[in-house]
T-cell receptor
Framework: NAGVTQTPKFRILKIGQSMTLQCTQD?????MYWYRQDPGMGLKLIYY???????DKGEVPNGYNVSRSTTEDFPLRLELAAPSQTSVYFC???????????????FGPGTRLTVL | QKEVEQNSGPLSVPEGAIASLNCTYS??????FFWYRQYSGKSPELIMS????GDKEDGRFTAQLNKASQYVSLLIRDSQPSDSATYLC???????????FGKGTMLLVSP
């Protein structure tokens, strides 16, 4: 199993450009998450999904959009990039959800995004 | 806003010592508590989870939970230089399938 994969690893965007961060998992997990991590900060939840066709906002959703058409894929879209979106983005998946006593979130390797 | 608080550190301990990492949380309804380890430039990985008051041991790691005090801790016995990393405390958001993460505590273990 590859686990959770993310592409690209690095990207530099100009202000106002758009891009999609890709995330794929091969563990057949229902739950998927997008986080951003700024230097010296913890993880902030952007969006999450509890299954194909179902998405919901997290703590910091402004400036982002998501879709979940399949169990495996959960892309994150930035429509009009801003310097405030410079961050490391992590995708994660889990089998049960964080309110379950048996949950574990598996993280992808991250995408380092710089907006200039 | 639900919060998870950790000392940012760094916490410096000599090799072989016990490292004690602490975390407090604001939502009394939280039921699931997790410790993730994150090496510099890498993604977080789960090392411990705990759901009941008391201690839970796994090898050199012990998680401690006190729901009355809204306090969870991680003890690392016989600390090794390879334990040097940032440790993230995470707490479930009641009613949602999501976690709230603290900012993390950096641990430095010197040989």
């Amino acid at each position: 199993n590859a686990g959770v994969t993310q592409t690209p690893k690095f990207r530099i965007l100009k202000i106002g450009q758009s891009m999609t961060l890709q995330c794929t998992q091969d563990m057949n997990h229902n739950y998927m998450y997008w986080y951003r991590q700024d230097p010296g900060m913890g993880l902030k939840l952007i969006y999450y999904s509890v299954g194909a066709g179902i998405t919901d906002k997290g703590e910091v959703p402004n400036g982002y959009n998501v879709s979940r058409s399949t169990t495996e894929d959960f892309p994150l879209r930035l429509e009009l990039a801003a310097p405030s979106q410079t961050s490391v983005y992590f995708c994660a998946s889990s089998p049960h959800g964080a309110d379950s006593s048996t949950d574990t979130q598996y993280f992808g390797p991250g995408t380092r995004l710089t907006v200039l | 806003q639900k919060e998870v608080e950790q000392n940012s550190g760094p916490l410096s301990v000599p090799e072989g010592a016990i490292a004690s990492l602490n975390c407090t949380y604001s939502d009394r309804g939280s039921q699931s508590f997790f410790w993730y380890r994150q090496y510099s430039g890498k993604s977080p990985e789960l090392i411990m989870s705990i759901y009941s008051n008391g201690d839970k041991e796994d090898g050199r790691f012990t998680a401690q939970l006190n729901k009355a005090s809204q306090y969870v801790s991680l003890l690392i016995r016989d600390s090794q230089p390879s334990d040097s990393a940032t440790y993230l405390c995470a707490v479930n958001l009641p009613g949602y399938s999501t976690l709230t993460f603290g900012k993390g505590t950096m641990l430095l273990v010197s040989p």
